[in-house]
């Protein structure tokens, strides 16, 4: 299987993503899409829309995607077989930025 994952560094749906792609110990290409604009490029070409994580598998592309998403997709086209490990970060999170105040760590600053 071929996998091409356009992710973000450090967001939760990205995370997300990885958890599951390393539940299943899939390789993968984690393709950064911040720090490389040329890979957010790439990604908006390929998926047709701008919103991220976008998975591709084998040439199909799963565009703006959950962990919960992606080991749906693996799971229902029979490309893994259902397993009792439990991801090691949460598949459905949204990035720190985007989560309500209230739920978002705070920083403590001692000067």
């Known amino acids: 299987m071929i996998i ?4 973000k560094p450090h967001c939760g749906w ?3 993503v990885r958890a599951i792609l390393r539940k299943y ?3 993968y290409e984690d393709i950064d899409i911040i720090n490389v604009p040329e890979n957010y490029l790439a990604m908006v070409e390929k998926s047709g829309q701008r919103l991220s994580p976008c998975v591709e598998i084998d040439g199909t592309m799963l565009a703006d995607v959950s962990g ?5 997709y693996l799971l229902t086209q ?4 259902p397993n009792d490990l439990a991801p ?3 598949t459905n999170q949204p990035c720190a930025h985007e989560m309500p105040e209230q739920a978002r760590a705070k920083t403590i600053r001692f000067f």
């Open 4 to 7: 091409k994952a356009y992710l």
């Open 14 to 16: 990205s995370n997300g």
């Open 25 to 27: 110990n899939l390789e």
């Open 68 to 72: 919960e998403e992606v080991e749906q």
């Open 78 to 81: 029979n490309l893994v077989q």
């Open 88 to 90: 090691d970060a949460p």
